[in-house]
């Protein structure tokens, strides 16, 4: 039978040892809900990194007990995999596991967490893509809507200038 290993402190080790004996837990069911412990120890992470994704990643919301007790479905963990397996092991960035989530959705990083999916290369980019045609020109018609509200927005300025006192001092 495997498990988890405890400490037993009352019954000693072989040969007289005072040293305490490590029994094995029974493994939970594979849809019991995990501590925040255990999946830490299960993704080899220390936890306050999965209370810190817990705050990045809103797809991630473990139920909360008494005493702020965090308890993990397995569809959080397989998510918690697919986070890290995106993080750790294809060098993304938050930002970019993020944008997976938001384009590819739950499922799939879910998928990736299991091995069921491969998420695309990392390409990353702080710079603006570039844009290959010019922006197309503007109609008659859209731009007199535009010239209208503008006009609008300088009545409003000017209204505005008449209800505030004027200042002394530039803004700086």
Known sequence: MTGMPIEDEGLSGSGGSDAPVRALLPEKEPGAFRTIGEVAEHLDLPQHVLRFWETRFTQVRPLK??????????DDVDLLRGIRRLLYGQGYTIRGAQRILRERGMRFVQAVGRGEQVAPAFVESDQEPEV????????????????????????????LARLTPARTEPDR
Request: hydrophobic fraction near 30%; include cysteine.
């Open 132 to 159: 290959d045609a010019a922006p197309t020109p503007l109609g008659r018609a859209d731009r007199a809507s535009l010239n209208a509200v503008l006009d609008e927005l300088r009545a409003c300025r000017r209204q």
């Open 65 to 74: 007990r008494g005493g702020n007790r965090r308890y993990y479905r397995p």
